[in-house]
């Protein structure tokens, strides 16, 4: 995939990301939490919720800097090589693996995406 295929996905995956903390939380708050004020902090109701809110700002934590190496691969006209779609592939997996708490496949697949980042990263440098 080319590198502004991967950067397209990768805001798509923030929305999965999103919609699934969303609909995490209708089964973790009240509906009057939900559509109220929240003045008040109430602790939700099971993991899932909690889950995937973390995952989510895992997420963002690496789409960062995911995006600025993706961008800068793009501007200075090097390529990455398969390392932003091995980023998006390792992301993907992440997100259910968290979600069900499949903590050594999860750590391998947010390892892999952070090799992917610092293969960017060297690509980016390396020309």
């Known amino acids: 995939m080319s590198e502004l295929t991967c950067?397209?996905?990768?805001?798509?995956?923030?929305?999965?990301?999103?919609?699934?903390?969303?609909?995490?939380?209708?089964?973790?708050?009240?509906?009057?939490?939900?559509f109220g004020s929240r003045d008040a902090k109430v602790a939700p109701k099971g993991v899932m919720w909690g889950r995937a809110t973390r995952a989510f700002a895992n997420y963002v934590e690496n789409f960062v800097a995911f995006s600025a190496l993706d961008l800068g691969l793009m501007v200075t006209q090097h390529s990455g090589g398969?390392?932003?779609?091995?980023?998006?592939?390792?992301?993907?997996?992440?997100?259910?693996?968290?979600?069900?708490?499949?903590?050594?496949?999860?750590?391998?697949?947010?390892?892999?995406?952070?090799?992917?980042?610092l293969f960017m990263l060297w690509r980016l440098f390396a020309g």
């Open 7 to 34: 950067l397209e996905l990768a805001a798509v995956l923030w929305f999965a990301h999103l919609w699934s903390q969303m609909g995490l939380a209708q089964g973790a708050f009240d509906r009057a939490y939900l």
């Open 82 to 117: 398969l390392a932003p779609t091995v980023w998006i592939v390792a992301r993907v997996i992440y997100l259910p693996l968290y979600l069900f708490d499949v903590f050594y496949l999860r750590t391998a697949a947010a390892g892999i995406a952070m090799l992917s980042l």
